[in-house]
């Protein structure tokens, strides 16, 4: 299919806006699914797993492709909930345009805030959808204004709404000015059009007007259509709106109701008329290795040298670990072989598919600008480039937030040891802000994730799909270490091994970054006589203790770690010599640099009714919150604070039993501070 007719789009939202039941009706729509499947229900198509049909929500990003006006849309349904951000992450990374769906009602939740500053971070083109048009206390016109208000966005109804709450009948096409309803008996399928009734005609003309004019600001056919008086073609604001779409200067807003099969239709065509196709994007950024430079890399499916991104890894009992992949340039044909440049190491496809949330049809290439899905790779894991060896690029990495909470595992018997160390494996190259690490002291496996949720589905899927049978304990924060000293540490490693002797010499600086920046490996010294192997194992044993703490062997963060000194003599040299000495050496200079222990603070939002605003604020006081704003809508209030995670475990009772149950809370990671105490 040509690139033009291709659409990688994503649909994101905050928890119960109704992004998978959107989902549900547009593969109605389009002709994949032949009934309806409901979330409440357990009947979602895209909700595939087990535990999102039980829990109601989504929980991985599941990927399928459809038709639409001739047009091949790969669409993404991510997660709403904090706790799994990082599917969210990795799939706005490899998407070209994305669907923002709010809530009439919520309007725009914390999680929306996270998610569409996480695509902005990506600059990606979006369009929104506002959904429940139907439910009591909808608000278009109070959406619009938090859109602007919380995101710094530029939102321009394309519809508006007839109707609200349970007299939403239908929508305004503002582009057409005409009037669009559904047909229930037939599930919404049919569309009847007809002009704009008389009482509502100044609204959507003055409301037209503001769109028209939008469009003109980029296009001088519209401007002197515009000031002449005459008529502006609905083809003609469309490409306007496209092109404004495509800067990111506006944001074209939908409405509906997907539950009542209102609307869906006209979000598809706004995704063909509005978001860009993979060549309408820039160019992907990429690293060369061998030169050193960052390179762009333009979408070229006629490219001799393919160039692929795993975004997500999915493991399938009987197929193995099902690697997704966005392609950026070339192709990949079945049955070939691809070199994974990340693990130096070269692969075969034994299959090639195209996913339909969790069935599949056959392909024999992807080619780029497409999303498909291969099945055979033992090594790759997720952010790794695929390509070829004679031209060795790789594709910017994803970056994940770090795990903050943990948990104890252990199996009942020995027998199952293996088998729960085997599942976690297969856990963690499926989902980065997964990690385990086995405790010395008390022998224990510990397990860590975002958040409580996440841990909760982990370990239900650990015991209940893979059938491990284990004992789980309490959730604990996980801590962090850091140092906040700048030091430099020569560490020689000097041994005989065998009948020869082995010596490395290294030279590690130390020294803080800021809160959140992360950890960073380099290095300020240069000699060609040392081999590449060298150079990789120090930084691989660098990198490796980043994760193995200081004092306490919580993992580092905000750590700059430099070489900046190196004596290589080819007699003598090993790579494990050297890996031995960079370990030891980073080390050993963290711990000169005081070293100080970090705690997760999480960003709090508390929603509360009104009557129980002051009992809110003093529950999150007394557990050692910092109120930053309380803001106020319609129906409830919303506090915005901070607090460490640590006195965040039991809140949800603790709110509930102090507002009689009628408040919630929305929870996500903050940042890392000095420990209190």
């Known amino acids: 299919m040509d690139l033009d007719k291709m659409r ?33 229900d357990g009947e979602a198509v895209m909700d595939w797993m087990e ?119 239908g929508v305004i096409d503002l ?24 009482e509502r005609e100044a609204e959507a003309r003055a409301w037209r007007e503001r769109l028209v004019d939008a469009a003109a600001s980029g296009n001088d056919e519209i401007t002197e259509l515009f000031i002449g008086g005459e008529d502006v073609p609905a083809s003609l604001i469309r490409k306007a709106l496209r092109d404004a779409t495509l800067a990111r200067s506006i944001v074209p807003v939908f409405c509906g109701a997907s539950r009542r099969n209102v609307g869906v239709q006209a979000l598809l065509d706004g995704i063909v008329d509005y978001l860009p196709s993979p060549d309408e994007v820039p160019p992907a950024h990429a690293f060369n290795p061998k030169k050193e430079e960052h390179v762009e890399v333009p979408c070229d499916p006629g490219a001799s040298a393919p160039l692929g991104l795993v975004f997500k890894i999915q493991y399938d009992r009987e197929a193995g670990p099902l690697c997704f992949v ?12 691809v070199f994974n440049i990340n693990r130096k190491k070269r692969e075969r496809i034994t299959r090639l598919l195209r996913m339909h949330a969790n069935k599949s049809e056959a392909l024999d290439e992807v080619r780029a600008g497409d999303i498909a899905v291969i099945v055979g790779m033992k090594t790759a894991q997720t952010g790794d480039t695929l390509g070829s060896e004679g031209h060795a690029l790789l594709l910017e990495r994803m970056q994940f937030p770090e795990p903050v909470i943990s948990v104890a595992i252990e199996p009942r018997t020995l027998s199952d040891r293996d088998k729960l160390k085997e599942t976690i494996e297969v856990l963690m190259r499926e989902d980065p802000t997964f990690i385990q690490k086995d405790n010395e002291e008390t ?29 789980v304990g309490t959730p604990q924060v996980t801590y962090r270490e850091s140092v906040t000293a700048t030091v430099e540490h020569e560490e020689t490693f000097h041994k005989a ?4 002797e082995v010596a490395a010499t290294v030279r590690i600086r130390v020294s803080p970054m800021p809160r959140g920046s992360g950890n960073h490996y380099g290095k300020s010294v240069r000699d060609h006589a040392v081999p590449d192997e060298i150079w990789d194992a120090i930084e691989r044993s660098v990198t490796n203790q980043f994760s193995s703490g200081i004092r306490f062997g919580y993992p580092c963060v905000d750590v700059k770690a430099e070489l900046v000194g190196i004596r290589y003599d080819e007699l003598t040299a090993t790579t494990f010599a050297f890996e031995a000495a960079a370990a030891i050496g980073f080390d050993e200079a963290c711990r000169k640099a005081s070293p100080v222990m970090l705690e997760p603070v999480m960003k709090v939002e508390v929603l509360t009714p009104k009557d129980f605003l002051g009992e809110a604020i003093s529950l999150l006081s007394q557990r ?47 940042h890392f501070e000095r420990k209190r105490g």
């Open 8 to 40: 990688n789009i994503g649909i994101m939202a905050h928890i119960d806006a109704g992004k998978t039941t959107t989902t549900e009706r547009m593969l109605f729509y389009s002709g994949k699914t032949y009934r309806l499947g409901e979330v409440d």
């Open 51 to 169: 535990q999102e049909q039980a829990r109601g929500i989504t929980i991985t990003s599941a990927a399928t492709t459809t038709f639409w006006r001739d047009h091949q849309i790969n669409i993404i349904d991510t997660p709403g909930h904090v706790d799994f951000t990082a599917e969210v992450e990795r799939a706005l990374r490899v998407l070209d345009g994305a669907v923002g769906v709010f809530c009439a009602v919520g309007g725009v939740e914390p999680q929306s805030e996270t998610v569409w500053h996480q695509a902005d971070r990506y600059r990606v083109p979006r369009i929104a959808y506002v959904n429940k048009m139907d439910r009591l206390g909808a608000d278009f016109h109070g959406v619009l204004e938090e859109m602007r208000a919380k995101l710094g966005a530029n939102p321009l109804p394309v519809f508006l709404p007839i109707g609200k709450e349970s007299g939403f009948e």
């Open 175 to 198: 582009v057409a000015m005409e009037e669009v309803r559904w047909d229930q008996s037939d599930d919404g399928q049919t569309m009847h059009r007809s002009p704009v009734a008389l």
């Open 326 to 337: 966005r392609m950026y340039s070339g192709s990949l044909r079945n049955s070939s072989t």
């Open 443 to 471: 022998g224990q496996l510990v397990i860590s994730g975002m958040g409580e949720l996440h841990l909760d589905v982990l370990v239900t899927r650990i015991i209940k799909e893979f059938k491990v049978d284990a004992r």
């Open 497 to 500: 091994m065998g009948n020869k």
């Open 624 to 670: 050692g919150g910092v109120i930053n704003a309380t803001d106020s809508k319609a129906a409830v209030d919303s506090i915005h604070a901070e607090a460490p995670l640590a006195v965040m475990f039991g809140f949800t009772t603790a709110l509930r039993s102090v507002t009689q149950g009628r408040a919630s809370f929305n929870m996500e990671f903050s």
